[in-house]
């Protein structure tokens, strides 16, 4: 029976983009932790300290992790470059060998920076973000539900589907047992993106996909939904580390109808919640969690 306080307690997670305590990555590693779950992070320090607001201490950051899971919970990490095109079997291997199959996989890497408007736009820029932000997604995704299904995790390339052909299905599936994948796409859909030309392109294509890609791991007893968590302040709205015009921040941020930006936490518990059992009948969705932010 489901100890009703650690509803994800035996279920191993795999979270990307874990490396600061003031991200995404992190508040929702820490949440399927409070909920009981095995964990393993990604992380790529190398990143972070490119951009203004710096790495944090992988140290802490694993502490901090392990402190928020129940005793005898399973704990693992990897870095690695997710631009690099083998990097995303890489990833689920080493989580099979340190936390067992997982049942849960969030997908919130994502490659900021060296971006621009569509006149500073080249093939290289261009690349760089789609390499991470929708490539890596895509094959860690793949990986994630050949573990959940019980096939080997080798990176090969598997014969071509016709379009049109919808996979085959295993089901019906215990609605107890299925697994879980999150994507995480941006606000590009709601307005313009000014200078962020590559990073809304690549995180646009997700948000498109997921109707496709939702309806073929559905196959397989896996759960798809992307969630858009409108902006959230990982430090790169603080006065001191933003890569934006700070008195623009500030008029925004005054007009928001609950008078603040998001915090990591926010989409932080909508996953954690899906992640569980209550979450057992969402899929396919592409939902928005911005505190009104669209309004």
């Not at 590693?29 to 964990?39: N, Q």
């Not at 299904?149 to 599936?173: I, Y």
Request: glycine share 10%.
């Amino acid at each position: 029976m489901t100890d009703p306080d650690l509803p994800l307690l035996g279920r191993a997670a795999i979270v990307t983009g874990v490396s600061r305590r003031r991200g995404i990555g992190f508040a929702i590693a820490h949440r399927l932790a409070e909920l009981g779950a095995d964990l393993f992070v990604h992380h790529f320090a190398p990143h972070d300290s490119e951009l203004p607001w710096g790495a944090d201490d992988l140290g802490a950051v694993f502490t901090a992790l392990r402190d928020a899971q129940p005793s005898g919970a399973r704990f693992g990490e990897l870095s690695a470059d997710l631009a690099v095109a083998d990097s995303a079997a890489a990833v689920i291997t080493a989580a099979i060998e340190d936390v067992g199959t997982p049942r849960i996989l969030v997908c919130n890497h994502a490659r900021s920076g060296g971006d621009g408007s569509i006149f500073d736009m080249t093939a290289e820029r261009l690349d760089a973000h789609w390499s991470v932000n929708t490539r890596a997604t895509l094959l860690l995704t793949r990986y994630f539900a050949e573990a959940f299904s019980g096939s080997p995790v080798d990176g090969s390339a598997p014969p071509a589907t016709a379009p049109g052909v919808r996979q085959r299905t295993d089901g019906p599936f215990d609605e107890h047992q299925t697994g879980r994948v999150f994507w995480m796409t941006s606000g590009q859909q709601d307005g313009p993106m000014p200078g962020e030309v590559a990073y809304a392109a690549s995180k646009a294509a997700l948000a498109g996909l997921t109707p496709t890609v939702a309806s073929e791991l559905l196959t397989r007893g896996i759960l798809l939904n992307t969630i858009n968590p409108g902006p959230v302040n990982t430090g790169y709205l603080d006065e001191e580390t933003t890569d934006r015009p700070l008195d623009e921040i500030q008029e925004r941020m005054r007009s928001l109808p609950l008078g603040r930006f998001g915090l990591p936490d926010d989409p932080a518990r909508l996953i954690g919640w899906l992640a569980t059992d209550e979450g057992r009948w969402v899929v396919g969705q592409v939902i928005t969690s911005d505190g009104g932010f669209r309004l």
